[in-house]
Every structure is written in C-alpha cells, then in structure tokens.
C-alpha cells in the first residue's frame, strides 16, 4: 500500500477528506502564483527595456540578477525550512519576491535606475527560488495523503499561470499600463493568494511548524488525529535536510530530474531560435513552435497522472524519454516543417512529466520527505538555470543546432536512471 494520510498524522476518513482537499487546492494555488509572478516580469522585459534605454547586453545582465537570487534562495530553501517551517517560510519567500516585484517596478517606471531593477529582480528569484523547493515538498506531501498522482496537474497549474501572466502582460502593454502598476497589482494579488492558501497547509512538526492555539501539530484544518507531536530542534532538522544529499537513491532520482529539466528549460531559451536559426523559419513561425513545445508540455502534465496510475512511473518515465530523445532527433535533423513540428511536440511531450515524477519519487520515504524532495528540487532548478548559458556557449562553437545534442544524451541517462523512481510500498498500517 502506497504511504496515504494516516503516515503525514491526517486523517483519511471521509470527515477529513475536505480538509485534503483544501490542502490540495491551497498548493494549487502556489504552484499557479509561482508562474504568474515570473511571467509578468518576463511580458514586460521589453518595456523595461525601452524605459531604462537598455543595450541587448545590459538586458542580459539585468536578468542575471534574477538567476543569481534563484540559485541562492535554492540553496536557502533547506535553511528557512528547517528554521521556520513550510507554512511561515512560504509566506516569507512569496513576500520577499512580491517586494522585489514592487522594486523592479519602482526601479523602471518611477526611479529610472537598472540597479534598482537589478535588486528587485534578485529579490524575485530568492524568494520565487525558495517557494519552488517549498510548494513541490507540500505538493508531493498532499499527493501521499490523497493517494493520488497529482503532481503533474501542480505543474501544470504553473504552466496555465505562466500562460495568464503572458496574457495579462500583453494587454498591459497593449493599453500602455505603466510597469510600476502592473508589477505592484500583480504582487499584491501574488502575496494576498499566499497568505490566504497557506491557512489551509497542515501543521507538521517534521517540517518546523508551530501548531495554533488549540491545533494540534501534524493536522490540517478539519482533519485532526489526536497526539501532538513536537518539533525536532531546527539544527537537527537542517542536518537530516542535508543528509539527503548522501543517498544514492536521491542522486539517481536527481538524474531522472536534471535530464528532463534540462531539455525543459533549454527549450524555453532556445528553441524558437534553433528554429529560426538553425531551419530557416521566420521569427513568427519560431514563436509559433515554441508555442506548440509548451502546449505539449501542459497536456503531458494534464494527462500525466492517470497514465502515471495506471502504468507505473519506471515505464513512463523510460517512454517520456524515448518520446524526448526521438523528438529531438527529428527537431535537428528534419529535413521538412512537418517533421520540425512532429520533433517540438515530442520534445514537449517527453521532458513533460521528468520533474513532477522526480518530486513523489523523492517524497516516497515520509520518514525524510521534505529533505529529500528539496535535494531533488535543487537538482532541477540548477538545470534550468544553468542549461541555457551552457547551450548558448556550445552553440555559439558548434551552432545551435548541434549543441542540443546535449539534451539527447541527458534524456538518455534519464531514461537509463528510470528504475531509482519505483513506487516504494508499505505494509499497511495496525
């Protein structure tokens, strides 16, 4: 029997279903937050552009600060678990990145300063950084105790949030709404979502959570078993979250992560321009395949977990990267727009469910869950971050076209790493 309620201290009678649920809907929440928060900054890149009367290159460097505070909330998520707990260290990482949102707004529409903008945009990426391990340690948390694969539909909810970001960025450019108010609005609703969604978190002593008067920790609202169980001191809590770092199992899981979230991330940065650039389409038509790329994407995830169900992640994840490995081999070499197409949605379709499934596989031991999907999560984030500068520097050596060849070979010790993300099972509980 696979780890339910019961192992998280919640009750899995239909009474406490509600309470599951809400919890549920509250991680929802973050997950879609998160991507409508880092897709406004990215639909109004070029009017901060144009108001700052930036150079490409100064652009670039600007953003940097966005991958710098990324990197460095990752490496502080363990930290500000083990010192605050899930519940208060969410609020803080979604209002960290909610002020640098206002500061990049400041900094572009009323101060006129790039350094200004620059640390705001770190500001966003710690507090957006920290919040990505966070959300994903109650994601595969909440999955455990409903008993269903639901991470995938999490990460999709992250896509649909980058999609009404966009969308929202666009007609915010198109009425010419100052980036001040735009960024302000949307932070504002971003931090709001927080501390409204965060109320419905179950209090869990593992992770360092302070029980309200009259809750009891490990319990979420409505689903209460009787037994308060007190917080480990938060030291010993950071040497168990750094611990996981030592597990083979871990490691092999993160390599399932870093092949697919390489080919994930890469994609987002690079792809409409291997198109252009590397098979002869206009600009409109590499913005149109890269639009196709996060569609497949999105269904994958959508879809994802009911096939996840019913076949097991060890054969899905091996198909992902079949799909993943043919679709890039068609995407370099397609000699025609047809088999261009059919590559960007394999592609899609096989870096689609990498990350999600390495999010339950790594929580599958509740004995050290949150350290281990936090160790997972790391591996990840690091890939999107650091992929795109790596392919950038290959392509310019080899062209654009031949350095995705890395992707191949990643997808390939994905698939190959596949059997470290079996379902672990647990004789049922007396």
Request: proline share 5%.
């Amino acid at each position: 029997m696979t780890h339910t309620a019961r192992d998280l201290g919640i009750s899995s009678t239909p009474a406490a279903r509600p309470g599951l649920h809400a919890w549920r809907n509250a991680v929802f929440a973050l997950f879609f937050i998160a991507g409508l928060a880092l897709a406004t900054w990215m639909s109004r890149i070029p009017a901060v552009r144009d108001g700052l009367e930036l150079s490409t290159a100064q652009v670039g460097i600007v953003i940097f600060g966005l991958s710098a505070g990324s990197v460095i909330g990752l490496v502080a998520a363990v930290g500000l678990l083990a010192r605050l707990g899930a519940r208060r260290a969410v609020v803080l990482g979604v209002a960290i990145s909610s002020v640098g949102l206002i500061t990049a707004g400041v900094g572009t529409s009323l101060l006129g300063s790039t350094e200004l903008v620059f640390a705001g945009l770190v500001l966003v990426g710690f507090g957006m950084g920290s919040v990505d391990v966070m959300m994903n340690v109650e994601g595969a948390a909440v999955e455990r105790a409903i008993g269903k694969t639901l991470m995938p539909l999490m990460h999709a909810c992250f896509s649909l949030g980058t999609v009404v970001g966009a969308l929202a960025g666009a007609g915010a450019s198109f009425v010419s709404l100052p980036v001040f108010w735009h960024l302000a609005g949307v932070a504002l609703l971003v931090l709001a979502t927080a501390v409204a969604g965060v109320r419905y978190i179950p209090v869990r002593a593992e992770l360092g959570d302070e029980p309200a008067t009259g809750a009891e920790p490990g319990v979420a609202p409505g689903t209460a078993e009787a037994g308060p169980r007190p917080a480990p001191p938060w030291r010993e809590r950071l040497r168990v979250g750094l611990s996981a770092w030592g597990d083979t199992r871990i490691l092999l899981i993160g390599t399932i992560v870093l092949g697919m979230t390489f080919a994930e991330g890469s994609a987002n940065d690079w792809l409409a321009l291997a198109a252009v650039d590397g098979h002869g389409l206009s600009n409109t038509e590499g913005a149109i395949i890269f639009g196709v790329f996060v569609t497949a994407m999105t269904v994958g995830r959508v879809f994802g977990g009911p096939i996840l169900d019913r076949f097991g992640r060890v054969p899905v994840l091996r198909a992902c990267a079949a799909l993943g490995i043919l679709g890039l081999v068609l995407f370099i070499l397609a000699p025609n727009e047809g088999l261009l197409y059919t590559g960007t949605v394999l592609w899609g379709l096989g870096a689609s469910l990498g990350f999600p499934v390495g999010m339950s596989a790594a929580a599958d031991d509740t004995q050290n869950a949150a350290a281990r999907v936090s160790a997972v999560a790391m591996i990840g984030y690091f890939a999107f971050l650091v992929g795109p500068p790596v392919l950038g520097l290959l392509g310019e050596a080899w062209g654009i076209l031949n350095a995705l060849f890395l992707i191949l070979a990643l997808m390939v010790l994905a698939g190959l790493a596949a059997p470290a993300a079996r379902e672990r099972t647990n004789a049922p509980a007396a």
